[in-house]
């Protein structure tokens, strides 16, 4: 892989995130797993990140106020 894309996975689930973030670094890429979209939205706001990997239903922000607060901010 040339260029490695900066992924962030946000699940509430601290097993099945782990999971994910870890098949997807043995895939080469940059990964970062948070487990609430208030966490995600702290991180956003400071870093770029090519790809979001939601899960709809989370404490905080869910996934779709996720995806809004990025339409409006990316």
């Known amino acids: ?35 609430s979209g208030a966490e995600a939205l702290r991180i956003l706001w400071t870093e770029e990140c090519d790809v979001v990997i939601s899960d709809q239903k989370m404490p905080g922000a869910d996934g779709f106020e996720l995806l809004q607060w990025l339409r409006t901010n990316r």
Do not use: A, K
């Open 1 to 35: 892989m040339s260029e490695q894309f900066r992924i962030l996975v946000v699940e509430d689930e601290e097993t099945l995130n782990q999971s994910i973030v870890n098949s997807l670094r043995r895939d080469g890429y940059l990964v970062q797993g948070v487990t």
